[in-house]
């Protein structure tokens, strides 16, 4: 009862995660925006420690596209995350410019990205001792408009990257004192060519956030005949897991990925499960470079 009157706020990671967050750097960095060398769309749908009431729900969608020899990136992506009685839909629009920096095509490039993100709280899906409480039958809404920043540089088998997806910390209602938290992000990756048939994909994402534990994801891939990709990976002391994939002809990829976890909520679960599809569209004018490792 006294910790519960004590007047202070606590923070955590706010933002939705993804074990397949290769296949969709856009949700997190807009520098990403192009990169790829074609018009790309990627979706990801993520269905968190199934069979646990209320636990998150997110979709991811991002579309992309280079102009002009690849040194301008356009796109936009959605992400949808849902938690009990929390939904929170994030509408961001992208833009990239890149500097080509040797003739191996090596690339820097710089993003910003502006948008809302649509915060909805019903507590009408709340579970409540007293149902006639009037807060029960209420709900909050609230658009926060944001924007963020983000670096990457990349070529044809690595990639870095460093990015703030939401740089401004609102209000989430007026109250209390709950705030948007920023969140910082550090990937990178390379593509090791073990022999004709077999290369090894390594990647790792960061997550950075004020006042809570640097956690990051870890990834090893193999991918085989340029098609086939089987990986594992850790998430720090959270979880486990392996993914697949595989690419139809240089254009559709599908992806799949399961994690378990490896803290106090590996009981009453059954696991995370993660889908992706990604789909890549060029011109004859300019042919898709085959394969993209990123």
Do not use: C
């Amino acid at each position: 009862m006294l910790l519960l009157a004590l007047p202070f706020t606590a923070k955590a990671q706010q933002e939705p995660q993804s074990s397949l967050y290769m296949m969709n750097p856009l949700a997190f960095n807009p520098a990403y925006a192009g990169s790829r060398g074609s018009f790309n769309i990627a979706a990801v749908g993520r269905f968190q420690w199934v069979g646990l009431e209320g636990a998150p729900m997110s979709q991811f969608l991002s579309v992309h596209a280079p102009l002009r020899a690849q040194s301008i990136g356009l796109g936009m992506h959605v992400v949808n995350d849902k938690i009990g009685a929390r939904n929170n839909t994030s509408i961001y629009a992208d833009f990239s410019f890149a500097i080509r920096l040797n003739k191996k095509a090596d690339r820097l490039a710089f993003g910003i990205n502006g948008g809302v993100d649509l915060f909805q709280l019903d507590f009408n899906n709340l579970i409540v001792d007293d149902p006639t409480d009037p807060v029960h039958s209420s709900s909050y809404f609230s658009a926060m408009p944001n924007f963020g920043l983000g670096i990457y540089y990349y070529g044809e088998r690595h990639y870095v990257g460093v990015s703030a997806p939401r740089l401004l910390e609102n209000t989430l209602s007026s109250t209390d004192n709950s705030t948007v938290t920023r969140h910082f992000y550090v990937t990178g990756g390379y593509v090791f060519r073990l022999n004709s048939v077999i290369q090894l994909k390594p990647s790792a994402l960061v997550k950075l956030t004020p006042n809570a534990p640097v956690t990051f994801d870890v990834n090893a891939n193999l991918f085989m005949f340029e098609r086939f990709n089987v990986g594992l990976m850790y998430r720090f002391h959270e979880s486990v897991g392996v993914n697949l994939g595989f690419t139809i002809k240089n254009f559709l990829t599908i992806a799949y990925a399961y994690d378990f976890p490896i803290n106090d909520l590996r009981t009453n679960q059954y696991g995370t499960h993660e889908v992706a599809l990604q789909l890549d569209l060029w011109s004859k004018k300019r042919p898709y470079l085959s394969p993209r490792y990123f």
